[in-house]
Each structure stands twice: as C-alpha cells, then as structure tokens.
C-alpha cells in the first residue's frame, strides 16, 4: 500500500498509542468502535471521533474502521497554526462532508492510487477541522481533568506540569504522597501503558513541537526537555520515531505515519469493503447537513418543572410587592415560587404592620407560591399571630387552604434547626388547619452523606412537599473541585450531586436546586445569563435530575453569583427576556434533540432552536460564522404553506449589551421610568412571514450562542 498515513483497521484491538505530530481521525464503518482516550472509554458507531496531538489512546474493540493520521505540516502548509489548539469534533458542522473525503480516501488506498490523488481530500478535511473545530489549547486542557483523566487527574497534571524536568517515579511519589508501585500499577490498569512509556513518549511528542516551529538545536530541545544530553534524547527520539530528531525535521510530509500494529487486507476483504464504502459515499451526499424534520418528534418529554425567583435582600421583597415589578419582569404565575432566601424574621423586622397585611393581599390576588426561609422558631410564634388577623381580615382562609388564592411555603433550614424541632412546629400548624405548606433546606446533608443516609427515614416520614439544595451552601458549586475551568456542559453533569441523591429516596417531595451559578465564559466577558443557548441547555440538564431550580431576581455583589433575570444596574439579562418562554417549554410535552427543541400543540409547532458550538469553546466570536439549518416536514400531507413567527436572540438581538455597554450601564443610576423606557426596546427581534413547505425547506442562519424560537402555525 502506497499511503503510509491512511490505514484501514480490521482487528479487535490495537496498542496503546500516543498521537505525535497531528491529529488522528477516525471513522468505524462495520460495527462500533470502543476508544480508551487516556483513563476514559467511549463507544462510537458510525462517527467521526478526533484524537489530538499528545493524546494517548487504545483501541479496545473494532469490527471495521477507517483511520487518517494528519500531521501538523498539513495544516501549516494551508496557513493554519496547528499547536496553539485543539480540536473537537462536536463544534463540527460539516460532519457529513468529513465522512465522504475519509471515505473517498479508503477506496483510494485499497485501489492503490499514489498519495497525490488524496491530497485535495486531505486539504478539505484540514480546512473543515480547523475553522470549524478549534478550540484554543489553554481552554481545551483545562477539559481534559474532567473528560480524560479520571483516577489518574492529580497523577497526569503533574506530570504535564513537570514535563520539562526530569521525571521518576521516585519524584512522582514524593510529590504526591504515595507509593511508587501505586502510581506504577495505575498507569498499567488505567492507560495500558508503564509510567516510563508514559513520560518518554510525551516528551518526545513535545520536542517536536521545538524542533518544527523552532530553529532551536537538538541540544538546546533536549535541555529544555529534561534529558541528560542530546544523546539520549536522539536515541530516544529513534526508539520512537525511526528516525533521528534531525532528519524529522526535513521529513516530507507524505513519508510521516503512526507506529501502530497494522494489519494487511486481504483481497476478498478490499472487494467487500468496496461495495460498503460506496455505498455510505452515496448515503453522505444525499444527507445535508443541520436538516430539521419538525413533524418527527415521537419522543416527548413531559414534567412539571418550577421556577424559583430567589428574593436576597429586604430591598429585593419591596420592590417586587411594593413597585410591582412582578408585572414587569412578565413571568406569570404558573409553575413559578418565589423564594425569600433569607431569614423571615429580618424581613418581618423591617416591614410595618400595614406592609405585612399588604403582602398577603398581594399573594392572594395575584395567586402566588411564595416560601418563606425559617432560620429561627423563635419568630414562629409572630409569624402565627399576624398570619391569623390577616386570613381572618381578608377571609380567605379556606381559599389558601385550597391553594386557588396563593400559596404559603415555610422552608425549614436544617443547618440552624433540628429536625425533631421542625416536626413539632408542623405538628402545631398542621392541627391549626393554615393550609400551609412546607419545605426543607437539606444542603448541610449533601456535605456530610453519612447523616443524610440516617436522617432520610425521619425526612421521608414528615413528609416535606419541596426539599431545597442550595448551591451557595455546598461545600463546592455542584460539589466540583476548580470548576472554574472547565466548560458549563461538564459542569451540568451534576456527577457529584447524582451519587448522593440515587442513594437517597426522595421521592416523596419535589427537588429544587437553587443558585445555579452564573458561569463565566472561558475566552470572553460574556456569562451564562447572556447566553441563550446556555441557559436553555443548564435548564435541560438540571431537569433531568431535579423537579425545578433557582435564579435570583436581581444580580447582587454581596450574594452568591447565580443567574439572574435583572443586572445589578436593573436592566434585564437575556435570561430575563427568555425566561417566560423557556417556563412554557419546560411545562410542555417536548421532543429533545442535540440542539433544538420541538413542542407541538393543536395550534402550532415551536421549535428552540440553538447553537450547539458555544457548548464546545465558550469561545469569542471572532471565528464563527453562521450555519444554515434546514427546517421541513417529513409527511408530504404536512407540506403546505404556513405562517411562521420567528423570534431572535443573540449578541445584537434582545441584548443588553448592544443597547448600552457594560462601562456606561455601571458608571451611571438609572430612573425607573428610564429603565422602563429601555425596556420597551429591549426584546427578541420577531417576523412573521410566509413559506411554501411544498416548494423548498425553510432556511434559518444560525448565528454563534444565538437562539431561534420559531412557531409554525397550523
């Protein structure tokens, strides 16, 4: 076979292999593909997977795959800077398109064609990964102790901090306090590989970065590595490479390829593996890319799923009962609590008697779930007296009892109160007939798990309706070391959190997880309160494990940095200008797909639709453009022409920092009648047009970390 760096993989599996001086493509044809990328496995079929320069990886069972070893000359040879980054396959639209040329490439390798017939094939692929899959290499490795590294995290970051030193395990284990045949066996069990292979061949991938972007000489690149001289590191490097580091570096790039233990095809084998190469050619080129079937959403999701406002400060309270600024932050009722997340006896101390009565009203003639914090019993006794004047005053005490006139919740904190102390309290109010209900802070037990296991029994018989976990009171956000680093998807997995609950039943009482922490992007000034995408998927993800979650109403520099609907300055966030319609879709019948959502009623479909590369970089937006969706039916009897309302939000559309930059937001105070005026202006920007389904799909340009919510009426 003429072409070095393409192999076609028929065997089970292969050994353990570190990626030097590329990217290393891969596509299984026949079967699914099990991949061991550092200490994590992932099964594919049917899909691109990347591994990236200096990765370790092992192929642990393959039926029939196609693999392209890509070096870095490729991409410096087209212009692109190929070490400042990494690349992943999820922020790639074009898959479709990568999956022909690999196989375009296959069928040229089992015919034999020389290397240059692959070149144009190998240049496109270049140019799809590196503008549409890059993501900058500080970001990208920051992922890698949460994706990769399992077990072996604290082990493998110190080696990557310490590469360029000499490294033994003598020093490893003095470092990090462990023995050396611990470390030494965890190599073999969690990277099939010894800690000196390791190390070596990490460092010989890193001295070829030097040696192909510096003139630096072999004795210079083998100090700066750590190696005792240029000796040893050249005959390293031959070990590893076959060549010495000198002759790499006028190498020609069609003479590089991956040391792996290939196999050869047998002829029957290539004749077979013809026909099913062109027929997935075939099936690529009929299949376009970002197509939306809006009639094909057989899987739905329902739930009930509650928004909680968190109210911080007594300031906060006044202004939304007493300025009502319910009415003008547009949420309605349904499905919403609003949660005073502070002791009841602060607020009542600053609240007059007239002001009291006032609030009540408003509960039960805007039909309000409303929880109040108790950090206190001492304030019980206050509480009772006031709340039976006001229900006896206003008669309607029987309409709370029912819930149709507002709801009262008192939630419990079982950081300052025992539990058999709150069960007496309920006992009491229970008998008295207030219709009121209950809820308790359980954050303390997700911080000592042993207590949680000997409570659960006396929780679950009490009987709470709502059970709250306050991030702000975990002993980590999302109970997640350094979480500042990494993406918000990785953060989402609430992996920590999930261990606890499945051991806990808690069935019984619905689930809040309060203060969902306003995530900083990684690359830019931008947050996931300004983010559209990012907040429909923290929303998706924290439901898939809770019955509601928190957001303040109000961002505040003295509370806890969750998401919020208004800014410190009060202007409304992008989460504030969505928030009604993601409660709507949250509380609907749903189809979930990767980056779009489709409720369907008697009137119309909704799709939310997003973009899925913000989830992958969190990157500036410099380098992306839009990509093209294409919405259609799939049943021709749906295939008319329709009204369609299309609604947008991204950086210049219902967002605050188009109108007014940061700098000016801050450096002023606002009027509420200005702020209200601003408001006015301040929304999706909406259409509505017509489209013939008979004639053509519907096209949509979806910008980078922007949101479409399209309406296809009936």
């Known amino acids: 076979m003429t072409n070095t760096f393409f192999r076609i993989l028929t065997k089970e599996e292969y050994q353990p292999t570190r990626c030097i001086d590329g990217i290393i493509v891969i596509l299984p044809i026949q079967g699914d593909l099990t991949i061991q990328h550092f200490a994590n496995s992932t099964t594919i079929s049917d899909e691109i997977y990347i591994i990236n320069n200096k990765d370790i990886f092992t192929i642990k069972q393959n039926h029939k795959s196609l693999m392209l070893y890509i070096t870095s000359d490729w991409f410096k040879n087209h212009d692109y800077v190929f070490f400042d980054y990494k690349y992943s396959v999820n922020l790639i639209k074009s898959i479709n398109k990568l999956k022909q040329l690999m196989l375009k490439i296959a069928i040229n390798y089992i015919n034999q064609m020389p290397i240059t017939s692959n070149e144009n094939y190998i240049k496109q692929m270049v140019e799809v990964i590196a503008t549409e899959g890059s993501v900058d290499l500080e970001t990208a490795e920051n992922q890698y102790k949460f994706l990769f590294y399992g077990e072996l995290s604290q082990i493998l970051e110190y080696i990557n901090k310490h590469s360029h030193e000499k490294l033994t395990l003598n020093a490893l284990s003095q470092n990090l306090f462990t023995s050396k045949s611990n470390i030494s066996a965890q190599f073999h069990q969690n990277l099939n590989m010894g800690f000196k292979q390791y190390v070596d061949s990490l460092k010989i991938a890193e001295s070829i970065e030097y040696l192909l972007t510096e003139n630096s000489t072999i004795s210079h690149i083998s100090d700066k590595l750590g190696f005792s001289n240029s000796a040893s590191y050249t005959k390293m490097f031959k070990s590893y490479i076959g060549i010495t580091p000198n002759d790499y570096r006028s190498l020609n790039i069609k003479d590089k390829y991956l040391l792996m233990n290939y196999e050869v095809l047998s002829e029957d084998n290539e004749q077979h593996l013809k026909t099913v190469l062109r027929q997935q050619i075939n099936y690529y ?15 739905k999701t329902k739930q009930n799923f509650e928004l909680v406002t968190q109210i911080n400060t007594v300031e906060e309270f006044k202004e939304l009962f007493f300025i009502k600024i319910k009415g003008k932050a547009n949420i ?211 439901a898939e494990l809770f019955d509601g979650m928190g957001v303040n109403l109000y961002f505040s520099r003295n509370s806890f940095n969750a998401i919020h609907i208004f ?92 109108i007014i930059n940061r700098h000016i937001r801050e450096k002023y105070n606002w009027t509420q009648e200005l702020l209200k005026e601003i408001e ?11 489209h013939d389904f008979r004639k053509d799909y519907f096209k949509v340009n979806l910008g980078y970390d922007s949101l479409r919510i399209i309406k296809i009426f009936k």
């Not at 206190?376 to 008669?395: A, F, G, K, P």
């Not at 058999?420 to 309920?426: A, D, M, N």
């Open 285 to 299: 080129q009929e299949n376009i890319e970002r197509k939306i079937f809006i009639d094909n959403n057989k899987v």
């Open 332 to 542: 309605n009722t349904e499905n919403l609590i609003i949660y005073v997340n502070f002791g009841i006896g602060t607020l009542i101390n600053n609240l007059s008697d007239a002001e009291i009565g006032d609030m009540f009203k408003k509960i039960a003639a805007n039909n309000l779930h409303i929880a109040f914090k108790i950090q206190s019993l001492e304030i019980m006794d206050y509480i009772e007296r006031i709340y039976v004047q006001v229900v006896e005053r206003l008669n309607y005490k029987k309409s709370l009892a029912n819930g149709d006139r507002g709801i009262i919740m008192l939630v419990f904190d079982m950081e300052v109160i025992e539990l058999k102390e709150i069960y007496r309290l309920i006992l009491k109010i229970q008998n008295k007939q207030f219709g009121l209900r209950f809820g308790l802070d359980i954050s303390c037990l997700l911080n000592e798990t042993v207590m949680f296991k000997t409570l659960e029994s006396q929780i679950k018989r009490i009987g709470f309706d709502y059970l709250f976990i306050d991030n702000a009171h975990l002993e980590q956000p999302y109970l997640l070391e350094d979480s500042q680093h990494l993406l918000l998807k990785n953060i989402l997995e609430y992996q920590n959190i999930e261990k606890i609950l499945t051991q806990i039943d808690l069935s019984y009482s619905k689930v809040i997880f309060l203060n969902i922490e306003n995530h900083q992007f990684l690359n830019n000034e931008n947050d996931l309160s300004n983010s559209a995408p990012l907040i429909i998927e923290t929303f998706l993800k924290t």
């Open 567 to 658: 800014d410190e300055n009060g202007f409304k966030t992008v989460l504030g200008i969505i928030i009604g319609q993601i409660k709507w879709m949250m509380n609907q019948s749903r189809t979930i797909k990767d980056n779009y959502i489709v409720v369907e009623n008697e009137a119309q479909y909704t799709l939310f639709l997003y973009d899925w590369r913000v989830f992958e970089s969190e990157a500036s937006i410099t380098y992306f453009g839009d990509t093209e969706v294409l919405i259609h039916f799939e049943e021709a009897a749906e295939q008319s022409i329709r009204l369609i309302k299309s609604e947008k939000v991204d950086e210049k559309n219902g967002n605050i920092n188009h």
């Open 680 to 690: 006015d202006h301040l929304h999706t920007t909406m259409r509505i047009i017509e």
